[in-house]
């Protein structure tokens, strides 16, 4: 089974910045377009941020664009999530994600499988 | 970018069918996915391209689509069902969006 766990969350004040890992097992990491995807507390569901198998293309929400930054390191089966110039409204728990495109007389694309989140606050 | 409406809250007894809508402007042209989440864990995906269930869903998860409105059917729904259901799209120009999200009650 599909193993995703994040890590590199927790309390950092407002400007601060924070910088997540999520470490990938039991499946070809090298293989998938990655993500990021944060839900604020009491909140739905947000995505945040995409990465290609080798890290050539990149996309990021209206909402983070510049201020974050989404990377992966092939080698070690890691994804992570640079945020600087954090806010409270930054404060939510991240989720890993593998994502996974669809076709046929449609197309889209979805997380296929999500890690257990980590929890980020933004407070002075 | 696009939205994708659900109703805020579903109540269903047990044994009974949950149905919960999602509508989107997109949706004829894109698959929808649905997720299940249950307090305190991940979303888990239940349903893909607006109808086929991953392995290890119940029977009872079911998808349908008709022009801009997508459907996940809870038939003979159980205790355990009870959860916030968010259905999500994408396009090609990088977007992707969830739904509102949707609070299934099980009286």
């Known amino acids: 089974e599909v193993q995703l766990v994040e890590s590199g969350g927790g309390l950092v004040q407002p400007g601060g910045s924070l910088r997540l890992s999520c470490a990938a097992s039991r499946f070809s990491f090298s293989d998938y377009w990655m993500s990021w995807v944060r839900q604020a507390p009491g909140k739905g569901l947000e995505w945040v941020a995409n990465i290609k198998q080798d890290g050539s293309e990149k996309y990021y929400a209206d909402s983070v664009k510049g201020q974050f930054t989404i990377s992966r390191d092939n080698a070690k089966n890691s994804l992570y999530l640079q945020m600087n110039s954090l806010r409270a409204e930054d404060t939510a728990v991240y989720y890993c994600?593998?994502?996974?495109?669809?076709?046929?007389?449609?197309?889209?694309?979805?997380?296929?499988?999500w890690g257990q989140g980590t929890l980020v606050t933004v407070s002075s | 970018s696009y939205e994708l409406t659900q109703p805020p809250s579903v109540s269903v007894s047990p044994g009974q069918t949950a149905r919960i809508t999602c509508s989107g402007d997109?949706?004829?042209?894109?698959?929808a996915y649905w997720y299940q989440q249950k307090p305190g864990q991940a979303p888990v995906l239940v349903i893909y391209?607006?109808?086929e269930r991953p392995s290890g869903i119940p029977e009872r998860f079911s998808g349908s689509s008709s022009g801009t409105t997508v459907t996940l059917t809870i038939s003979g729904v159980q205790a355990e069902d009870e959860a916030d259901y968010y259905c999500q799209s994408a396009d090609s120009s990088g977007a992707y969006v969830f739904g509102t999200g949707t609070k299934v009650t099980v009286l």
């Open positions: 994600a593998r994502l996974v495109s669809s076709s046929g007389w449609k197309f889209g694309w979805y997380f296929e499988y």
């Open positions: 391209k607006d109808t």
């Open positions: 997109a949706l004829p042209k894109l698959f």
